[in-house]
């Protein structure tokens, strides 16, 4: 179910524990799939942007293109990278001890 805000419609997929990253990989990836916009991530102790989603098949694993937003510096891609500032992270940057919030934008097919 789709929630309107600002002109934009959006769904907000609730996670008890970061530890549900692992087992919302695939529908992370559908929704890049089919919306590619950007995905807003808060809870309980950090935010982050979420870019991308790779699940690999054939051993199991998910990894998540992440955009710390905090970052405040040049705009040196070489150095946003080097610092760990954006990069592709396993489910273990989640924490388990606390919940998230992301905000999936809901791009119109038509867009």
């Given at each position: ?54 699940c690999n098949a054939e051993s199991g694993a998910i990894e998540f293109l992440i955009l710390d937003p905090h970052y405040v ?39």
């Amino acid at each position: 179910n789709a929630e309107y805000m600002g002109g934009l419609s959006f769904r907000v997929m609730d996670l008890a524990s970061g530890a549900e990253f692992a087992q919302r990989g695939a529908e992370l990836a559908e929704y890049f799939d089919s919306h590619g916009a950007p995905v807003m991530i808060g809870g309980g102790v950090l935010a982050y942007t979420l870019l991308g989603v790779h699940c690999n098949a054939e051993s199991g694993a998910i990894e998540f293109l992440i955009l710390d937003p905090h970052y405040v510096g040049p705009e040196s891609l070489g150095t946003i990278q080097k610092k760990g500032w954006v990069g592709w992270k396993g489910v273990e940057l989640f924490r388990r001890d606390t919940f998230y919030h992301l905000c999936m934008i809901q791009v119109p097919n038509d867009a």
